[in-house]
């Protein structure tokens, strides 16, 4: 078993914009402020990153589908994943109620040798084996350029409008009753609008009579026009109109400005030349679609990156070669060792070797362990 190392760098080729739900609410989940890129401190300042999830998600995708092109090809079956197998491979498998067994820790090297993908992506639950530590160690990408996160970040919004009524020659393609339909949808809106705003009034009121010590009849008379703004609304609702209006403004979100380098890194531990070819398969994957991140619809996502890849030996660590990611072509991997690596997964994938099931119970024969 080796220890490989890359080293090297991302670049934003278009702006790089995260969607963390997480970090939003952790931000104070203010729906009018933009969605936030991650952040990290260092000794010499702020600086903006993108998180390794991110791109370990997106390695594992492309690995999964190489593996499951290089199934098809030697089968001949189209379809050579169960659904089971599916989320073991991409997820790392969707935890049960099962439980794995002690009796099988002597029997993961076997099944490491047999699946690179689990040996390198690991699983939270690979069938009896239960957990499984990957052997592939992602890091954040963080920006070189020390900033102030809030300042650096592009921010980028905007508003979808009601196509209908920014070209109303529109309207004549419909019928009469979606013509209909459309008014009482806007009347609808208008109206719920202002009961909303009526409510929110009277909201502040009743705060204010509490406040104040007002006497249980003007407080009860605000809350009875509470009631009934409340049944309007309901009775709005159920009478299927459209809860918000086509045309409103939309979320906005930060992004790592376009042309910023980030430093990156992987680390293979206590790893093997078919994991190693299998990174190295997956990355050529990646550079063919270098897209990560959210809002790629609005043209964000795009990188490009290189890396150098040593071997830690005892002597110390020795690069072995490199990769460099161009968007939408071929990586170029130079190295003989990566090389080999390369044709040792290939090798292995024609092999008889692989077995990418979920992991039974396995029992002892005279010449070796098979599955039930």
Do not use: W
């Amino acid at each position: 078993m080796k220890t490989y190392i890359f080293e090297g760098s991302l670049t934003a080729e278009s702006p790089l914009a995260t969607c963390s739900k997480d970090l939003k609410d952790r931000e104070g989940g203010d729906a009018t402020k933009p969605v936030p890129i991650p952040s990290t401190v260092t000794r010499d300042g702020k600086r903006l990153m993108f998180p390794a999830t991110g791109i370990r998600g997106k390695l594992r995708r492309a690995a999964r589908d190489l593996v499951r092109d290089a199934v098809i090809r030697k089968t001949g079956n189209d379809k050579p994943f169960s659904l089971e197998q599916h989320y073991l491979l991409t997820l790392g498998g969707i935890k049960s109620s099962g439980t794995s067994e002690r009796s099988t820790v002597a029997l993961e090297a076997s099944f490491r040798r047999a699946n690179p993908m689990i040996s390198l992506f690991g699983a939270g639950d690979a069938g009896i084996l239960g957990f499984v530590s990957g052997h592939l160690a992602v890091d954040n990408a963080i920006c070189v350029n020390p900033c102030e996160a809030d300042h650096q970040a592009q921010i980028f919004s905007g508003a979808r409008s009601d196509d209908l009524y920014r070209d109303k020659t529109q309207v004549s393609f419909l019928s009469d009753a979606d013509v209909t339909n459309l008014i009482n949808q806007s009347d609808a809106n208008k109206v719920r609008s202002q009961l909303s705003m009526e409510a929110k009034s009277l909201k502040a009121k009743a705060g204010k009579l509490r406040k104040e010590g007002a006497s249980v009849e003007a407080q009860a008379e605000v809350k009875a026009q509470q009631d009934a703004i409340d049944l309007k609304l309901k009775v709005l609702a159920e009478e299927g109109n459209k809860d918000v209006s086509v045309g409103m403004p939309l979320a906005g979100f930060k992004a790592i400005p376009q042309g910023e380098v980030m430093n990156h890194g992987m680390k293979l531990l206590r790893s093997n030349e078919v994991e190693l070819g299998l990174i190295l398969k997956a990355l050529n994957i990646f550079s063919l679609e270098p897209v990560i991140g959210a809002h790629v619809a609005t043209g964000c996502g795009i990188v490009s990156g290189s890396y150098k890849v040593y071997e830690v030996t005892l002597q110390g660590r020795t690069q072995i070669g490199e990769v460099t990611l161009k968007p939408f072509d071929l990586a170029l991997v130079q190295g003989e060792a990566l090389l080999s690596a390369i044709n040792t997964f290939e090798d292995f994938m024609l092999g008889e070797e692989s077995d990418f099931s979920i992991p039974v119970k396995a029992v002892k024969t005279p010449n070796a362990v098979v599955q039930d």
